[in-house]
């Protein structure tokens, strides 16, 4: 991490280079999006840095704090949840098939007990079209449309 001085009145104050608000502002939108790894280029204008050679900085700070990880190229939370969750959750989808639910309902409901952890299970139960997961397109909820009728 790089500091620089500042000069202060009659004495000089060190400080780091990178503000603790967009130090958090590059976490939060990475867990946010978790288990999505993005480009520095995204991360800095989405987490609304606008410095790459802070963007830069801040990343590597959350490496070497193991906050996140780099996988070629991209930098990203990776998924936190268990199979346990994961299988919560598509339980709570396979019994309740027809019906369509927030993230919040679903969290509540399965359990889980954190509504990023169960986005995150969601958007990959989505993502697999073994599962039946679905995302209404009107609404915005998730579930597993029941079967019709022939």
């Not at 906050?67 to 989808?93: C, H, M, N, R």
């Amino acid at each position: 991490m790089g500091w620089i001085g500042v000069a202060g009145g009659s004495s000089v104050v060190t400080k780091p280079i990178f503000t603790r608000k967009n130090n958090k502002d590059v976490l939060a939108f990475l867990q946010e999006r978790s288990p999505n790894f993005f480009t520095i280029g995204v991360i800095d204008e989405e987490a609304g840095v606008e410095n790459i050679k802070e963007t830069q900085i801040i990343l590597n700070d959350l490496i070497r704090r193991k906050l996140i990880e780099e996988f070629e190229g991209t930098y990203g939370v990776p998924a936190s949840y268990t199979q346990e969750q994961y299988d919560a959750v598509l339980k709570f989808f396979r019994d309740n098939a027809g019906i369509f639910y927030t993230v919040n309902e679903v969290d509540e409901k399965a359990e889980i007990g954190s509504e990023g952890t169960t986005q995150a299970i969601i958007d990959v139960q989505v993502a697999d079209s073994k599962t039946g997961v679905r995302q209404d397109p009107k609404s915005g909820r998730y579930g597993i449309p029941k079967k019709g009728k022939k």
